[in-house]
């Protein structure tokens, strides 16, 4: 049986189910309070990622192309 790979840290996982719920529930916006509310799924997990970066958990770093 293989193990599944974790790809965010414990910490980090409170912050990113957050910015998951207030995408569901139509209140994410790009930006700020102001900006465009986020109708993308891919772009609410880019946000989510971005805000846990900048609280310094561990996160994998960004793919370049």
Do not use: C, D, T
Not at 23 to 43: D, N, T
Not at 45 to 60: D, F, V
């Amino acid at each position: 049986m293989k193990k599944k790979k974790v790809k965010y840290s414990r910490k980090a996982r409170p912050k990113i189910k957050k910015v998951m719920e207030e995408w569901e529930e139509k209140k994410l916006h790009s930006r700020s309070k102001k900006g465009p509310i986020v109708k993308s799924q891919k772009q609410a997990i880019a946000i989510a990622l971005s805000e846990a970066r900048k609280r310094g958990y561990k996160i994998p770093k960004k793919k370049r192309k």
